[in-house]
């Protein structure tokens, strides 16, 4: 079966602290790995995209990382501030896109 | 340019009606996505449309359609709503593939919809 699971379910990190998300997922036949940020009540922003033969790819203070051998994914936050309090979804491309529920970050000062 | 817009915001309907939600993608776009996110939950694809064509399509009941108009625009229908199709419909539009052959999506604000 096709799946995402992702963890924590929830992280509560201090401003300036960074942090590590997880994300293992099931998919085959595999095309690509994506890391959204959603805010509360918004549509998903994509942060960073990865085929199958990338390693790493950044986006500011995000920092995605993909094993295709162990099908996991994870993404690094920098330096967090408090915009970056929002849901994280990993989703991974097959013949679907299949997205996983998401990790809720909120950053307090 | 305008991002992907959708419309209404916000729908509260009662169970057995009808509704449709409008989607317009961002301009060049052909491709566009349908989603369904329940509260707490990621969202869950319901239909992929290109060049007017469905591609995709998700594993939700009959009760769902869509179609893609010439200008690929794109309307979810959603017949004898139950309470449990409340949630945030989101729409997505991309080049070509949404998104299976790594091209971005770019996502609406999405429409709230409250079955009563």
């Known amino acids: 079966k096709n799946q995402v699971e992702q963890s924590p379910q929830s992280l509560i990190i201090l401003e300036g602290k960074n942090c590590t998300l997880q994300?293992?997922?099931?998919?085959?036949?595999?095309?690509?790995l994506r890391w959204y940020k959603q805010d509360t009540g918004r549509g998903p922003v994509s942060l960073t995209i990865?085929?199958?033969?990338?390693n790493t790819k950044s986006n500011g203070r995000y920092t995605a990382t993909l094993d295709a051998d162990t099908k996991q994914s994870s993404l690094h936050i920098t330096a967090s501030q408090l915009s970056d309090s929002a849901s994280y979804i990993c989703?991974?491309?097959?013949?679907?896109?299949?997205f996983g529920k998401g990790t809720t970050l909120s950053v307090s000062s | 340019d305008a991002g992907v817009t959708q419309s209404p915001t916000h729908l509260i309907k009662t169970r057995g009606q009808h509704v449709t939600l409008r989607c317009s993608p961002i301009?060049?776009?052909?491709?566009v996505s349908w989603y369904q996110q329940v509260l707490g939950q990621g969202p869950q694809f319901i239909f992929q449309?290109?060049?007017?064509?469905?591609?995709g399509r998700g594993n939700f009941p009959d009760r769902f359609s869509a179609r893609q108009f010439p200008n690929y625009s794109s309307e979810l229908n959603v017949n004898a709503l139950l309470l449990g199709d409340s949630a945030l419909y989101l729409c997505?539009?991309?080049?070509?593939?949404?998104?299976?052959?790594?091209?971005?999506?770019?996502f609406g604000p999405g429409t709230r919809l409250l079955v009563l």
């Open positions: 997505a539009s991309s080049f070509y593939s949404g998104g299976l052959l790594g091209e971005t999506q770019y």
């Open positions: 994300c293992n997922y099931t998919v085959s036949p595999f095309s690509n």
């Open positions: 990865m085929t199958f033969s990338e």
């Open positions: 989703v991974a491309a097959g013949t679907a896109l299949i």
């Open positions: 301009s060049g776009h052909k491709s």
């Open positions: 449309y290109y060049e007017k064509e469905e591609r």
